[in-house]
């Protein structure tokens, strides 16, 4: 198993509401990226943290936002849910490259979001 | 952007056999190809990767071959054991410094014993 950990497990909300995630990455990454997996699919990429700042985004709106902190956790934030929003979100932790190449994603067991 | 193809879908075979998984991908850029195992309720898992400047990897049953020409990566698993039952992913990640995979839709590897 990876260093990675994620909470809570589950989340059940309702459409409208708020919801935060939250990711401890591995020890020595300091790289932080969060993933959408929709059942049956593969994870979806949302943004990307490096240096406490945003280094990538998917093709997800602006009500999905994230954090990092100088710790190198992050939070992911989603506002105003909708049901399309239940899914598996997925954190990985990573060296950024300019570590050595190490880029190699290492992810957490995820956090199943259910938006009724 | 990245686009990665991932087939076939669902794989079903023999224990003993071998399996074959293919992924392409369209940014000649990408330079980076790694292969994830998720069982049913749990992480993805990082079981082998490849990078541009080499065509081929093993570890033990496990091979990925990476053709940079035609744009495409396989993983080649060989003598299949139930355990190997679950989905596996393939991505690509594109350089330009944020490193950021694109993944495959996945392959529902079922092995019967």
């Known amino acids: 198993e990876t260093g990675v950990t994620q909470s809570p497990t589950h989340l059940i909300k309702t459409r409208g509401q708020q919801v935060t995630l939250r990711c401890s990455s591995q020890?020595?990454?300091?790289?932080v990226s969060w993933y959408q997996q929709a059942l049956g699919q593969g994870p979806q990429f949302i943004f990307q943290y490096y240096r406490e700042e945003e280094n990538g985004r998917g093709n997800f709106p602006p009500r999905f936002s994230g954090l990092q902190f100088p710790n190198y956790s992050s939070e992911l934030n989603v506002n105003a849910l909708e049901l399309d929003d239940s899914a598996l979100y997925l954190c990985?932790?990573?060296?950024?490259?300019?570590?050595?190449?190490?880029?190699?994603?290492?992810f957490g067991p995820g956090t199943r979001l259910l938006v009724l | 952007g990245e686009n990665v193809e991932q087939h076939p879908s669902t794989l079903s075979v023999q224990e003993g056999d071998s399996a074959v998984i293919k992924c392409t991908y369209s940014d000649s850029a990408s330079n980076y190809f790694p292969w994830y195992k998720q069982e049913l309720g749990k992480r993805p898992q990082l079981i082998i990767d490849i990078r541009s400047n080499v065509g081929e990897k093993k570890d033990q049953r496990i091979a990925v071959t990476l053709n940079k020409t035609a744009k495409h990566f396989s993983l080649h698993i060989t003598e299949t054991q139930p355990e190997d039952s679950a989905v596996y992913f393939c991505?690509?990640?594109?350089?330009?410094?944020?490193?950021?995979?694109?993944f495959g839709r996945g392959t529902s590897l079922i092995v019967h014993p």
């Open positions: 020890s020595g990454h300091n790289t």
């Open positions: 990985a932790s990573s060296v950024h490259p300019t570590g050595g190449g190490r880029e190699t994603q290492y």
């Open positions: 991505a690509a990640l594109s350089g330009g410094g944020s490193y950021i995979p694109t």
